[in-house]
């Protein structure tokens, strides 16, 4: 029977109260993932009034950040390995639980983006500009060089956390684009995004459980894991920036048409 109890809760994070210090850390985060999960771009995509070639722009180059995030937590998981220490089992069974359900949306992802008419073959081989392929390289690197505290910081509560905001609100009008004959939506193509609206939304904060398990008392690795978070955010952030403001060939050709 217990056996069967510690199967069934394999991976499982209880989320509990934020001492002091993890308070003011997610105090500090806050006005950037708002300023990320309220950016005028999925604005647009909520509102139905982002540009179709715009819309098709941001699904093709921020596939290779969702195509890798399962590499980014294999990253990660590589440096569990000191399973001994306060934490360290814990995200290890978090990761390898995680890591499936994350490969599971690379596949949801490539769907969302057929839906919109970006192919299989344009996503395989996307090279992103540079400002948005800056968090790709940031991933990369605080995973496989940085702390396993860092790593979960960056990746799985910087990005999943702003993530998780923005998809309630363009689930709930995305239907814009198909009632215009834009793009198709069924089952399939709305995976990605209601599978992040809803059912991922503990995500962020079971990282930020882990996050204060792995940092204890250590003031220098709190600090750490805080500005790991938001340099994530940051580059986040210049991603949308760069996608809002550029929006592909075609939306660059609009603009100059009128």
Same mark, same amino acid.
């Given at each position: 029977m217990?056996?069967?109890i510690k199967e069934d809760q394999y991976g499982q994070i209880a989320?509990?109260?934020?001492?002091?210090?993890?308070?003011?850390?997610?105090?500090?985060l806050l006005p950037l993932k708002d300023a990320i999960a309220h950016h005028a771009l999925f604005t647009g995509m909520a509102a139905g009034e982002l540009p179709l070639a715009s819309f098709r722009h941001a699904l093709l180059n921020f596939y290779p950040l969702v195509g890798n995030f399962p590499h980014y937590m294999a990253l990660s998981l $590589?440096?569990?390995?000191? *399973?001994?220490? =306060?934490?360290?089992? /814990? %995200?290890r069974d978090w990761l390898i639980n995680n890591i499936r359900i994350e490969q599971r949306h690379l596949y949801w992802y490539r769907d969302w983006a057929g839906g919109f008419?970006?192919?299989? $073959?344009?996503?395989?081989? *996307?090279?992103? =500009?540079?400002?948005? /392929? %800056?968090?790709?390289h940031y991933l990369w690197h605080i995973n496989q060089r940085a702390t396993l505290?860092?790593?979960?910081?960056?990746t799985n509560l910087a990005i999943e956390w702003a993530t998780g905001d923005w998809t309630r609100s363009v689930v709930k009008g995305i239907r814009h684009y198909a009632e215009r004959g834009e793009a198709?939506?069924?089952?399939?193509?709305?995976?990605?995004l209601r599978a992040h609206a809803h059912y991922d939304d503990l995500h962020p904060f079971?990282?930020?459980?882990?996050?204060?398990?792995?940092?204890?008392?250590?003031?220098?690795?709190?600090?750490k894991c805080l500005e790991a978070a938001r340099r994530g955010m940051e580059y986040y952030l210049l991603a949308l920036d760069h996608c809002q403001a550029s929006g592909g060939p075609e939306a660059a050709e609009q603009t100059a048409l009128a």
């Open positions: 217990n056996a069967r989320i509990t109260p934020h001492p002091a210090w993890a308070q003011r850390f997610w105090e500090e $590589a440096r569990a390995h000191q *399973v001994d220490a =306060p934490g360290v089992l /814990d %995200a008419g970006v192919g299989a $073959a344009e996503l395989d081989a *996307v090279i992103p =500009p540079a400002a948005m /392929d %800056a968090i790709n505290a860092e790593g979960i910081a960056a198709t939506l069924d089952r399939r193509t709305m995976a990605w079971e990282a930020m459980e882990l996050v204060k398990r792995l940092c204890g008392d250590d003031a220098a690795m709190q600090k």
